[in-house]
């Protein structure tokens, strides 16, 4: 299985950033499709996850304003953040989220990373 | 939510010895069926994260086994038995009992 992040790698500020993670080897069935960022000089940031039937849980800090959705058909999943500013700016990764006994318990394999600039 | 900490926060280290990173959550990790849902994963310098140890304790496939992870509940502990250059990065430890956090990370460098 391989992940593989695409976007625009710049995007101004107050507009909606969009990011594509094209999954190959593997199917969308099972797992916990997952979003998780790096600002620049700081530690890993989890967003959020959707489940393959289509639930989706985000990171409450985020403040509605996050959307992750998904199509089996093109085996991708997408991350779209609204109303982006300069702290948005991060190497945005996506992963597949693996459960234990239904809960999701770890992420293997990741992306290669998509830096995301915000700026105008 | 559940907050993650880890100590320290940055590690120097000796190729050849041992090193330890800790992690604590704010709640117990250990869910009434017996799993640990704690991860530790290693980014190294402009790499991905990847994962190292899965339920606590578990080491993922391909991971080699100077890496192991120990703990239950609230504290755990990843130990690196002799260290080796390829080793150095930020290590985080991330809970998915709860909404998923991660730690602040450890950066493990070469003295």
């Known amino acids: 299985v391989q992940l593989q992040e695409s976007g625009p790698g710049l995007v101004r500020p107050s507009e909606t950033l969009s990011l594509t993670c094209s999954l190959s080897?593997?199917?969308?069935?099972?797992?916990?499709w997952t979003w998780v960022r790096r600002p620049p000089g700081k530690g890993l940031e989890w967003l959020g996850y959707?489940?393959?039937?289509?639930?989706?849980n985000y990171n409450p800090s985020l403040k509605g304003r996050l959307t992750i959705s998904v199509d089996p058909s093109k085996n991708q999943f997408f991350l779209k953040v609204t109303s982006v500013t300069a702290a948005d700016t991060a190497v945005y990764f996506c992963?597949?989220?693996?459960?234990?006994?239904?809960?999701?318990?770890?992420?293997?394999?990741w992306g290669q990373g998509a830096l995301v600039t915000v700026s105008s | 939510d559940i907050v993650m900490t880890q100590s320290p926060l940055s590690l120097p280290v000796t190729p050849g010895e041992s090193a330890s990173i800790s992690c604590r959550s704010s709640?117990?990790?250990?869910?009434?069926?017996?799993?640990?849902?704690l991860a530790w994963y290693l980014q190294k310098p402009g790499q991905s994260p990847q994962l190292l140890i899965c339920?606590?304790?578990d080491r993922a496939s391909g991971v080699p086994d100077r890496f192991s992870g120990s703990g239950s509940g609230t504290d755990f502990t990843l130990k690196i038995s002799r260290v080796e250059a390829e080793d150095v990065g930020v290590y985080y430890c991330?809970?998915?009992?709860?909404?998923?956090?991660f730690g602040q990370g450890t950066k493990v460098e070469i003295k």
């Open positions: 992963a597949r989220g693996v459960p234990m006994s239904g809960i999701l318990s770890w992420l293997d394999p």
């Open positions: 080897g593997g199917s969308l069935s099972s797992y916990y």
């Open positions: 959707i489940y393959y039937n289509g639930n989706t």
């Open positions: 709640q117990s990790l250990r869910h009434n069926n017996g799993y640990n849902y």
């Open positions: 339920l606590g304790s």
């Open positions: 991330m809970q998915t009992l709860q909404t998923p956090t």
